[in-house]
């Protein structure tokens, strides 16, 4: 992984291809952050492993903030695995935070891709509780934000 950015996805794109083309019974993986389906190497990635039936699967990590802008001032569509349909393909949401659930999820949509030669979004709902990286802080959170992803990791331990 590069970054949480979206030039990686094309680079998944080429290797899923690689994989295609030597008819290996493999998958590529990519992980982005909800930011980084608001550039265009989201889209091209997407679009290019869709129309030429890439086994790849693309992982979104939303925690609510591109860096510091929330999510409701990034896209308008209410789900991120949405857009998945647009390209015509499967995807999923889950709870992020769930280990359990992401690798069930990732190893049945491996399959899939695989067996299909198609890709799959994924988008995973998770939170930070720190800031984007250590040189920023959380002032632009709502605290009550904290206190309820506090609770589901508090519940989810139980």
Known sequence: MISHLGPQ??????????YKLRNEQKCALA??????????DFHEALNVAAVWDLPVIFLIENNGYGLSTPTNE???????VDRA???GMEGVQIDGNDILAVYDTIAGVR?????????????????RMRGHEEASGVKYVPPHLFELWEKK??????
């Open 153 to 158: 990791r508090s519940s989810s331990q139980l």
């Open 74 to 80: 990034q896209y308008r569509c209410i789900s991120l």
């Open 9 to 18: 996805l094309a680079l998944a794109d080429g290797v899923a291809l690689a």
């Open 31 to 40: 992980f982005t952050g909800e930011g980084g389906t608001s550039e265009g």
């Open 85 to 87: 349909k647009g390209y």
């Open 111 to 127: 399959d899939y891709c695989i067996k299909h030669q198609k890709p799959y979004l994924i988008e995973c709902m998770t939170f």
